[in-house]
Every structure is written in structure tokens, then in C-alpha cells.
């Protein structure tokens, strides 16, 4: 079945670092793909989308590209900020009759002063 | 401001006791969700409802039970059938029929065993 797997984390940077989640999926067709943010003790939040091969989805400096002939959605950003501390999670949305999420386990990422 | 409302945040419950959480939202979604989240296992759904007086069973429905008698709620009940119901778990809605439209999440009820 359709499938997201992520690197395990924690990723631990320093303010200011270079940050890459790694996410691939599996999925019959072409799925849209997601990337949702949660905060401690909170739901989840939208980060970004795309819905098509070599879309680039971005948001608050946040950006992942579509890459179909890798089956990847890498979240990527330049310069993290001690605020964006939050488990990160890769998501597809299956080709069913209703929006159906299929989630990877999520990354933590920690972000020091 | 328009959004869902989980409640309560912590609950606790007695072994063979049926627990109700609940999840209202004023976004006018036809779409419900319930997920249940476990430490390093992300998110697992439970049942859906696409339209009032209509839901469907998710992958982990087995001890669950939900209604959708209005448009703005959908409770979960855990029933004691659910033998291992500590957890966090997470309503959301969306547009009904609208791919690639966001899911939009309450802030979650924990769950735990007295």
C-alpha cells in the first residue's frame, strides 16, 4: 500500500544551520504531498504542498520540491530559527474518493541558540 | 476566528469505562477525522465522516465508535473494548471533495489509563 517514510531524528542544529528532512514515499499514481508542522502540545499545522511532479512547494522559508523520478519530498530550509523546534511530518494524500492522509512517523528537529 | 476545539486536553480514564472526547469545529467542513498518535509511529486514522448522518471506518477503528449528528461535531467514544487507549489524538476537518485541500487540526486530547 501507499506508504511515507522519513529519517529518524531528532536532528539537532545550531541557530542559523542549513536544515534537510528527508521524506520518500510510496504510491500507486500521483499522490499529493504534504509537509505538516506540530508544535509541542499542539494539532498539526500546514506547512507547505505540491500537487504534481516538480511542483516546489514554500512557506516562512520552508521549501520542498516534488521529485517524482526519486519518489522524495526533502523539506529544506536555510537558515533554521530556535522557533521552528517541532516534530515535522511527511504526508501523501492517496488517489481515493476522499482526502485520505497517509502519514510518516515525523522528524523532531531541535534548534539551539 | 474560525478553527476546531478539542476537549478536554487531558482525560483519564478507569479500566472497562467508555470515555467521549470532543471535537467542534466553525470552519463549515463537511469532513471530519479522528487520528489517534503514538510516540514514533505518526498518525493513524481512525474513522471519517465525509457528510452528517454518515461516517466510515478508518484503519485502526476496531474499539471506537463516533457519531455525526451535526454538521460542527464529531465526538469520539473509546470504548472499553480498546484495550490499549493511552494516547494523543487529533480531530480534523476539511473540504469535502476538495483534493489537495489542507486538513485542519484541533489541538489534540490526551488520553491516559487510571
Known amino acids: 500500500g501507499d506508504s511515507v517514510t522519513q529519517m529518524e531524528g531528532p536532528v539537532t542544529l545550531s541557530e542559523e544551520a542549513f536544515l534537510t528532512i528527508n521524506c520518500t514515499y510510496t504510491a500507486t499514481g500521483y499522490p499529493s504531498l504534504f509537509w505538516y508542522v506540530q508544535y509541542p502540545g499542539e494539532g498539526l499545522q500546514l506547512l507547505l504542498k505540491?500537487?504534481?511532479?516538480?511542483d516546489k512547494g514554500s512557506n516562512k522559508g520552508f521549501e520542498a520540491t516534488y521529485r517524482k523520478e526519486t519518489t522524495s519530498f526533502h523539506l529544506e530550509k536555510g537558515s533554521v530559527q530556535v522557533s521552528d523546534s517541532a516534530v515535522y511530518f511527511c504526508a501523501l494524500e492517496m488517489n481515493t474518493g476522499f482526502q485520505k492522509l497517509v502519514f510518516g512517523t515525523g522528524t523532531r528537529l531541535l534548534v539551539s541558540p | 476566528d474560525g478553527g476546531i476545539t478539542q476537549s478536554p486536553k487531558y482525560l483519564f480514564r478507569k479500566e472497562g469505562q467508555n470515555v467521549t472526547l470532543s471535537c467542534e469545529q466553525n470552519l463549515n467542513h463537511d469532513a471530519m477525522y479522528w487520528y489517534r498518535q503514538d510516540p514514533g509511529q505518526g498518525l493513524r486514522l481512525i474513522y471519517y465522516?465525509?457528510?452528517?448522518?454518515?461516517?466510515q471506518k478508518g484503519d485502526i477503528a476496531e474499539g471506537y465508535s463516533v457519531s455525526r449528528e451535526k454538521k460542527e461535531s464529531f465526538p469520539l467514544t473509546v470504548t472499553s473494548a480498546q484495550k490499549n487507549p493511552t494516547a494523543f489524538y487529533l480531530c480534523a476537518s476539511s473540504l469535502q471533495g476538495a483534493r489537495n485541500q489542507p486538513q485542519h487540526f484541533g489541538d489534540g486530547t490526551r488520553l491516559s489509563i487510571l
Open positions: 465522516s465525509q457528510i452528517v448522518n454518515d461516517f
Open positions: 505540491a500537487t504534481k511532479a516538480d
